[in-house]
Nanobody
Framework: VQLIESGGGLVQAGDSLTLSCVPS????????MGWFRQGPRTEREYIGG????????EVADFVKGRFTFGRDSGKTTTWLQMSRLKHDDTAVYYC??????????????????WGQGTQVTVSS
């Protein structure tokens, strides 16, 4: 299974951006999905996730109110919607699929598949 990410780019502070993640190779399965990011001077950090049904999400406190997670009606594509972006949000963003349909938390070792990462750059 490969996770194909899209939607990254260069934006200005205050702008919004939506990232998408689509599994390739097992497109009929809806995985519980976590999202992580790694900035230029930070370690990879968990920012949130969504369960396989799209009914429950988790959002890290430091992005709560600005970032939301979800999945489309077909349940295979997941998305990360980011608003009021800040320069500190500059990072490579990764989606990760969990082998456990109920796990979408912050432990990276629980994820079986990772996307290639997509760069988000926020100019101040």
């Amino acid at each position: 299974v490969q996770l194909i990410e899209s939607g990254g780019g260069l934006v200005q502070a205050g702008d919004s951006l939506t990232l998408s993640c689509v599994p390739s190779g097992d497109s009929f399965r809806a995985y519980a999905m976590g999202w992580f990011r790694q900035g230029p001077r930070t370690e990879r950090e968990y920012i949130g996730g969504v369960n396989c049904f799209g009914s429950t999400t988790e959002v890290a406190d430091f992005v709560k109110g600005r970032f939301t997670f979800g999945r489309d009606s077909g349940k295979t594509t997941t998305w990360l919607q980011m608003s009021r972006l800040k320069h500190d949000d500059t990072a490579v963003y990764y989606c990760a699929a969990s082998a456990d349909d109920n796990y979408f938390g912050g432990n990276p070792t629980e994820y079986a598949y990772w996307g290639q990462g997509t760069q988000v750059t926020v100019s101040s």
